[in-house]
């Protein structure tokens, strides 16, 4: 049975890192694509970035250069290293499994809280 | 980077049929992905590759695409459909997604 599971969520000062995990079972992150995905309170679902073959990356726009995407394939774990954090990332981190044209297993989601 | 648009709210009655539309430029290049959320909880995609459902997904769930068009309609809703919907796709330059604002379905 394919589950994710995110870690790593907390509240943290603007300008602060945080990771945040994706313990993956019933497969292999290494190789299926890999999201980000986050809601910010009452608001719709933004992608934040994925990895895929070959571990290429991609990003939206407002995280480049802060946050990164990676995965260990021998704990079987997705990541997302995020610095320089601001009040508008203040959201649910979800992560989720492709195949390469939709997500089709989710995470129940880890909150991150960027307040001063 | 591309944008997909939707109706912020769609209204149907128990048992009639509900669509939810998603327009954007880049649906002309690249399929688009639905899912269902319900208050707190995570999203689940019910409908893929323009007309396929992951398992499990009833079957009154279905999705068509024309142009820069892409539906999803529910076929004899259900008050359990209840819930808010969100588009998907990659953008035109296929290394980026992006996801519609959502629709809010109310089953009355």
């Known amino acids: 049975e394919v589950q994710l599971v995110e870690s790593g969520g907390d509240l943290v000062r603007p300008g602060g890192s945080l990771r945040l995990s994706c313990a993956a079972s019933g497969f292999t992150v290494s190789s299926y694509y890999m999201t980000w995905v986050r809601q910010a309170p009452g608001k719709g679902l933004e992608w934040v970035s994925f990895i895929y073959s070959g571990d290429r990356t991609s990003y939206v726009d407002s995280v480049k250069g802060r946050f990164t995407i990676s995965r260990d394939s021998s704990k079987n774990i997705l990541y997302l290293q995020m610095n320089s954090l601001r009040t508008e990332d203040t959201a649910v981190y979800y992560c989720?499994?492709?195949?390469?044209?939709?997500?089709?297993?989710w995470g129940q989601g880890t909150r991150v809280t960027v307040s001063s | 980077s591309s944008e997909l648009t939707q109706d912020p709210a769609v209204s149907v009655a128990l048992g009639q049929t509900a669509r939810i539309t998603c327009q954007g430029d880049s649906l002309r290049s690249h399929y688009a992905g639905w899912y269902q959320q319900k208050p707190g909880q995570a999203p689940v995609l019910v409908i893929y590759e323009k007309n396929s459902r992951p398992s499990g997904i009833p079957d009154r769930f279905s999705g068509s695409s024309s142009g820069t068009t892409a539906s999803l309609t529910i076929t004899g809703a259900q008050a359990e459909d209840e819930a808010d919907y969100y588009c998907?796709?990659?953008?035109?330059?296929?290394?980026?997604?992006?996801f519609g604002g959502g629709t809010k379905l109310t089953v009355l």
């Open positions: 989720a499994r492709g195949p390469s044209s939709a997500w089709n297993y």
């Open positions: 998907s796709s990659r953008d035109n330059s296929g290394y980026h997604w992006v």
